[in-house]
């Protein structure tokens, strides 16, 4: 039988996205030296040069389809930021080498909130499923799950002092959660509604918190030792008065008590609230363009100010007791110690537009801070006295809005896109942008030839020319169309312009040098357009187009028909229904034989140019079809959808190739160079994006059976988070199973079975051998008898039991450890106690050993106890162990006391002090690793873990 040859194409993949200063929902954060800002820029993480306008470097995952960054934070010590995802990852990346130190995943949807321990060996999470986890960043794994809010956490901040962790929660709740019993210790209720955010002074001794109604409210934060003596109140039970309570009224758990609210001046919602790095300020931001800054008293201005209000209030007491308003056996009682005599209202800072978030400078005494917006732009305000002032803008690597149309260069040198009031040209080979004009609402676009001006169709009905060398405006024109021009293309012969717009009118124009003072036609002149002819159509115009060889034109209209005109003479030569909605787009291929269009309805069809006849219908995507685009030379097209997609299509066998999937929302509109080489994207995310076509062939039956396991493997995710979700415990594990952490379970199995086999066969060829060894001994005329001789597994690759479950549990990331030995059946963890035994005694990799022998007796301590055919194994795996720790607590020891001696002699020798081998040999690890490249599953390197 013979087997058909399968049929390979050429794969496209993202180059370069670029166009995007920072995106919804993510922060921003200042860098270590307080000159460079970090944001999140749709799935990179960008860090900026504010007062230059550059970007310095970026950061993303290349190797899986990109997620929006949705919360950053820093730790500056080891300048790394921690990077939260729309899809529950977070990912720890070193800003000086760009290298991912290490990635997490615990949570099933977005990550909300992220804050770092003092020290930086924790970091804490909070996400939209309700969920907190504590993440150990030096051991690359989740410590534990705290869960008892109901609703999406909202902010998070570590209590040092205590070694507590506050959350605040859409639920209207503010916990406190003791991290050595992993439990909620205090729940503060009374908000209206949700808790937007919080923060804490860096004194910790307040904690301010903003929500639904016009107050911030102040909380107290309970010292240590006041702390302990609750404690000990209730070891001794005695009577003592704490804050006038009597102390069996007293809640011995409190940590946090509320004081009092401070009045906002803006009546809108707030978002955020954060105190300077000093802790003199307190920056207040609310739905919309303003921040109120607030000042924070020193201790001699709190003392003048509640002085001052005292004497008011006693004076007050006074003047109604004369006026009889009081009794006069009442006496004045002093009055409490109020929030408003420490904090006080100072000014509000206006941003050009709806601010996203905002940061101050993480240096003492500093006055500025940094702001990003919701229309794609970063801020920088240096406050004075009762005044802030803008400093810094950065606004031009990207649009301020959707990107509605984009446009190659015919040297394939430049991109044109279009937004609802700029035009920006883009250099293709360093993605910089080199020109920004203002315009109108563009909609439509193309290079005029020769690739110096720009024509564009705005939303209003205008016609721009602009000259890009001098960004002017040389033409203009409204009195053509009235309503939105949705198409513009330019004549096959590059002679002039066809334009179509929903006033039903189809104009096209030529060329012509027009002199630039109407006055003196004998004067310079400039290039202009005049109209040649209008040809008003049945209903209104969403696209239009000529066929290559210059012959037709096709409309499509507002009644869901594609109508194909002679273009010589204008007459009517097909009509093409078959669509439920309008046709939005729609492209003829290089000879002329083939029209896809895309439509409202989902659908895109590929009808003949001979008869008109549909060759077929295919439902594209999940959304209105908004671009299709025929590659040059070929009938393989691009279509472009609402759902966020752009999908490679043989438009001679009808077949979906693949999807390039990137862009966060609509993608409005494509453009192709010019031999199909590339293709650039933009869309709802205001991101552009470089598809490049690459060597790599694809084969469509592969990548069909490679997306039905992934989606198998995602469904068996699923399920699990939905049974682990029931779970109503107050804490947990911080291991959340993904598709990785259930393929490495597999390759474990997998390899136990391998070994099983190998030392089944290895006994049996030894128990052989010595059998004929005692035949031939008892028997002197037996001769030699014949052994099968023993062949290692090819499976092993030439290693032995032992090393090859070592190889293949080092191969394992250390944050998917636990999740994948989760996954595996308690028979093979029987067989997995038996390979450690041998394992540790070796004393390879003995912390790996532990740490995998570790995690299994606490998972299943009950199964494990009820096997008596383990207590062997366990009884020579707690002996060896101890051993073996034993001898490495004793090597450290002596090494700790080596390096102690050589630090004496080199300060005795030296006049500087010696230096910390800490971070040097943090940084050696990570250049180290940065040499790396991908490694593949069969390869044999070097592990983070040492012997």
């Known amino acids: 039988q013979k087997v058909a040859m399968q049929k390979s194409y050429l794969k496209y993949g993202l180059k370069k996205s670029f166009g995007v200063v920072t995106s919804f929902p993510s922060n921003v954060i200042y860098g270590k030296d307080g000159k460079t800002v970090i944001t999140g820029a749709l799935g990179e993480v960008v860090v900026w040069d504010v007062r230059k306008g550059s970007k310095i470097k970026s950061f993303f995952d290349e190797s899986k389809k990109q997620f929006a960054v949705s919360t950053l934070a820093h730790f500056f010590e080891r300048n790394e930021v921690a990077a939260g995802y729309t899809d529950g990852t977070i990912r720890i990346w070193n800003i000086d080498t760009g290298i991912c130190i290490s990635t997490f995943n615990g949570h099933t949807t977005e ?85 937007w955010d919080f923060d804490i002074n860096p004194d910790e001794t307040r904690i301010v918190t903003v929500s639904s109604d016009p107050y911030i409210r102040v909380y107290k934060i309970l010292s240590p030792d006041e702390i302990e003596k609750r404690k000990q109140m209730a070891e001794d039970h005695e009577e003592m008065e ?70 008011r209030e006693r004076k007050k007491f006074r003047d109604d007791k004369e006026k009889g308003a009081i009794p006069e056996d009442h006496e004045y009682v002093k009055s409490e110690d109020l929030p408003k005599d420490e904090i006080a209202y100072k000014q509000t800072l206006r941003a050009t537009s709806k601010v996203l978030s905002f940061c101050w400078m993480p240096v003492k005494r500093s006055k500025e801070l940094v702001v990003s917006t919701y229309n794609n732009s970063i801020e920088l305000y240096r406050r004075k006295k009762n005044t802030a002032n803008k400093i810094s803008q950065l606004t031009s690597p990207g649009h301020r809005s959707d990107v509605r149309h984009i446009s190659i260069s015919s040297n394939d040198q430049m991109a044109l896109s279009t937004s609802h009031n700029e035009i920006k040209i883009w250099n293709i080979s360093t993605h910089n942008c080199i020109r920004t004009i203002q315009s109108g609402y563009g909609l439509c676009g193309r290079f005029a030839p020769g690739d110096r001006h720009a024509i564009i169709g705005t939303k209003e009905g205008h016609i721009e020319l602009y000259d890009l060398h001098s960004a002017d405006l040389i033409f203009f024109d409204d009195t053509t169309h009235s309503e939105s021009i949705f198409s513009l293309e330019i004549t096959p012969d590059k002679t002039g312009v066809l334009t179509a717009s929903a006033d039903r009118i189809l104009a096209f124009w030529e060329f012509e040098l027009l002199p630039l003072d109407p006055e003196d036609p004998d004067g310079p002149k400039s290039l202009g357009l005049s109209l040649v002819q209008t040809v008003e159509m049945p209903d209104g115009i969403f696209y239009a187009t000529f066929s290559p060889d210059g012959k037709y034109i096709a409309v499509s209209l507002l009644d869901h028909s594609v109508r194909i005109y002679f273009r010589d003479s204008m007459k009517f030569y097909l009509s093409l229904y078959g669509h439920k909605l309008p046709v939005l787009s729609l492209d003829i291929s290089t000879d002329s034989t083939l029209i896809v269009t895309g439509s409202a309805d989902k659908s895109v069809k590929i009808w003949g140019m001979d008869f008109g006849d549909c060759h077929k219908s295919i439902l594209a995507h999940d959304d209105s079809v908004m671009r299709v685009k025929f590659i040059p030379d070929t009938h393989y097209f691009f279509t472009a959808g609402k759902d966020g997609k752009l999908k490679y299509w043989d438009g001679d066998k009808f077949k979906y190739i693949f999807a390039l999937e990137g862009h966060i929302g609509e993608v409005w509109s494509m453009g192709l160079s010019s031999g199909g080489d590339f293709i650039f994207s933009g869309g709802h995310d205001r991101s552009i994006r470089h598809w490049t076509r690459t060597e790599e062939p694809f084969f469509v039956e592969f990548e069909r059976d490679r997306e039905l396991e992934d989606e198998y493997d995602n469904a068996i995710v699923a399920d699990q988070d939905k049974y682990a979700m029931e779970d109503d415990k107050e804490s947990g594990m911080a291991t959340k199973q993904t598709v990785e952490s259930i393929k490495a379970g597999d390759r474990i199995i997998e390899a136990l079975e391998f070994v099983e086999i190998e030392r089944i066969a290895k006994e049996q060829y030894e128990f052989e051998l010595k059998e004929a060894k005692n035949k031939s001994s008892n028997n ?168």
């Open 780 to 947: 002197e005329n037996a001769g030699n008898l014949l052994v099968t001789p023993y062949k290692p597994s090819i499976e092993l690759l030439g290693k032995t039991t032992l090393d090859y479950m070592i190889w293949i549990f080092r191969r394992i990331p250390f944050s998917s450890m636990e999740a994948s030995l989760l996954s595996l059946p308690f028979s093979r963890v029987l067989t997995l106690f038996k390979y450690l035994d041998e394992w540790i005694s070796s004393g390879k990799y003995l912390e790996l050993a532990c740490r995998i022998l570790f995690f299994l007796v606490r998972m299943h301590q009950i199964p494990i106890s009820a096997n008596k055919s383990m207590r062997e194994y366990i009884e020579s795996l707690r002996k060896n162990t101890r051993e073996q720790l034993m001898k490495q607590r004793n090597m450290i020891g002596l090494n700790m006391v080596a390096m102690d001696m050589m630090k004496r002699r080199i300060e005795a020798e030296e006049s500087t002090d010696f230096f910390e081998v800490s971070q040097k040999l943090h940084d050696l690890k990570i250049s180290s690793s940065s040499t790396k490249g991908p490694r593949n599953y069969w390869e044999d390197s070097d592990s983070s873990y040492s012997e």
């Open 242 to 311: 704490v804050e006038g309570e009597n102390s069996k009224n007293v809640d011995l758990y409190q940590r946090i008590s509320y004081w009092g609210v401070i009045e906002k001046k803006s009546g809108r919602r707030s978002v955020s609230i954060k105190y300077s790095i000093d802790g003199s300020l307190i920056a207040l931001q609310t739905l919309g363009k303003d921040i109120e800054i607030f000042h924070v008293r020193d201790e001699d201005e709190i003392k003048k100010k509640r002085k001052r209000r005292r004497q």
């Open 111 to 195: 990550v909300t909130s992220l804050i770092y321990n003092s020290t930086g060996t924790q970091l804490a999470s909070g996400s939209k499923d309700t969920d907190i986890v504590v993440w150990d960043i030096i051991a690359e794994q989740g410590l534990f799950r705290l869960m008892g809010h109901k609703n999406a956490i909202t902010s998070l901040r570590y209590l040092t002092n205590s070694n507590a962790l506050v959350s605040s929660s859409k639920d209207t709740l503010i916990k406190v959660w003791d991290l050595e019993t992993q439990h909620c210790v205090q729940t503060i209720v009374g908000s209206p509604g949700e808790v």
